[in-house]
């Protein structure tokens, strides 16, 4: 198969060692395959003039209130970031240079424009994998605070997070620790990815929603979840052999499946396309 550039540039990225991956050019491969004529460097300048405003802003002492002060009031006082609230499930949330033009974003993206920033300044901090909402926190362990990008830079402390999670799923919801682990790079490009498969799938843009499918396949290759899906894709629009590939590898992944019988008889009917 012959990948298009932006695949290609996507692929090499994520293949590097975890904690070599580049998390803002992978999301801007990500808007490229969207974009094709998408120019990185343009955004980076984007970036890199946000993280000198915030620069100009900083204390003498780095306290991390101050800083995260100072990022918040260049990004929603000067800038006007928000989060999408009135389209949320517009597919330009999902896509960075969308964001860094329009202001706008989910969870996942505005909190990558924050952490951006905060690499470029020198203040490290890393994604919270929250379930329902994602957040950002310093990556000093002790410091006990959590950012909300989508939020205007909302800070959280535990149990605002498991009032927020109460919140989000219409009920009491206990905290558990793992909740507010880091995520990877991995980990996090392939929920921007989910993201944007599931509005693909609600508009029935089911091309599209393979490519995200085969994006999160580079990421993590055995995922048998990914490979169901992508089959039945494949299958709506009868793209008969590679329907057949991934519902077999599927059953390879997960031959106990609760859905055996219904993706074997999906098999069966293949045979004969």
């Given at each position: 198969?012959?990948?298009?550039?932006?695949?290609?540039?996507?692929?090499?990225?994520?293949?590097?060692?975890?904690?070599?991956?580049?998390?803002t050019a992978a999301?801007?491969?990500?808007?490229?395959?969207?974009?094709?004529?998408?120019?990185?460097?343009?955004?980076?300048?984007?970036?890199?003039?946000?993280?000198?405003?915030?620069?100009?802003?900083?204390?003498?002492?780095?306290?991390?209130?101050?800083?995260?002060?100072?990022?918040?009031?260049?990004?929603?006082?000067?800038?006007q970031f928000q989060g999408n609230t009135d389209q949320y499930y517009d597919p330009r949330n999902s896509?960075?240079?969308?964001?860094?033009?329009?202001?706008?974003?989910?969870?996942?993206?505005?909190?990558?424009?924050?952490?951006?920033?905060?690499?470029?300044?020198?203040?490290?901090?890393v994604?919270?994998?929250?379930?329902?909402?994602?957040?950002?926190?310093?990556?000093?362990?002790?410091?006990?605070i959590f950012v909300d990008a989508f939020n205007r830079g909302e800070i959280l402390f535990e149990q605002d997070c498991e009032a927020l999670l109460s919140q989000i799923y219409q009920r009491p919801i206990?905290?558990?620790?793992?909740?507010?682990?880091?995520?990877?790079?991995?980990l996090f490009l392939a929920r921007m990815l989910n993201n944007l498969k599931h509005i693909y799938l609600n508009q029935s843009e089911f091309t599209k929603g393979i490519a995200c499918c085969d994006r999160i396949l580079l990421l993590f290759p055995d995922h048998p979840l990914e490979h169901r899906t992508r089959g039945l894709l494949h299958y709506e629009l009868q793209h008969w052999p590679a329907a057949r590939h991934d519902l077999q590898q599927y059953?390879?992944?997960?031959?106990?499946?609760?859905?055996?019988?219904?993706?074997?008889?999906?098999?069966l009917e293949l045979t004969t396309r």
């Open positions: 198969m012959v990948l298009v550039p932006a695949r290609q540039w996507f692929q090499t990225l994520v293949q590097k060692p975890e904690a070599m991956i580049d998390l999301a801007l491969a990500i808007a490229q395959e969207e974009y094709p004529n998408l120019d990185p460097a343009h955004c980076h300048e984007q970036l890199e003039t946000l993280a000198a405003e915030v620069r100009s802003r900083l204390p003498a002492t780095p306290y991390p209130l101050k800083v995260i002060e100072a990022i918040n009031h260049v990004l929603y006082t000067e800038h896509f960075l240079n969308d964001v860094l033009d329009r202001h706008l974003g989910i969870p996942i993206t505005l909190a990558l424009v924050y952490l951006d920033i905060s690499q470029r300044i020198d203040f490290p901090m994604g919270i994998g929250m379930p329902g909402h994602f957040l950002i926190r310093p990556e000093f362990e002790a410091v006990g206990t905290l558990q620790t793992h909740f507010l682990e880091p995520v990877t790079a991995k059953l390879h992944l997960t031959p106990n499946a609760q859905d055996t019988l219904m993706i074997q008889r999906l098999l």
